[in-house]
């Protein structure tokens, strides 16, 4: 469960805070006015949460070139190389 806090707070009590986030895994929302604006989260989070990250792009990426590669099926190698050739020419 995360906590909520405003960001004029935190500077008062950032020190408690910080300790809460780092020893009890406690997630902060960080908000200005009413408004959430950033998350304060344990490193292991963070670093969870970039390698699912990463995990979706690649998974976009494949599912991209799978389905390009589908769509090229009926294209010789040659006609793909001649098509990019002719685009490359059309945009000089």
Do not use: C
């Not at 908000?31 to 976009?60: C, M, V």
């Not at 070139?65 to 059309?90: H, K, L, P, V």
């Amino acid at each position: 469960m995360h906590k909520v806090i405003g960001v004029t707070d935190l500077q008062r009590k950032f020190r408690a805070v910080f300790d809460e986030v780092v020893r009890k895994n406690t997630p902060y929302v960080l908000t200005r006015g009413s408004r959430p604006e950033a998350a304060l989260i344990p490193y292991e989070d963070f670093l969870q949460f970039q390698e699912f990250q990463e995990k979706a792009i690649l998974e976009r990426f494949d599912r991209f070139t799978t389905r390009m590669s589908e769509q090229n099926a009926g294209y010789s190698e040659t006609e793909i190389i001649a098509d990019i050739e002719e685009t490359r020419i059309e945009l000089e």
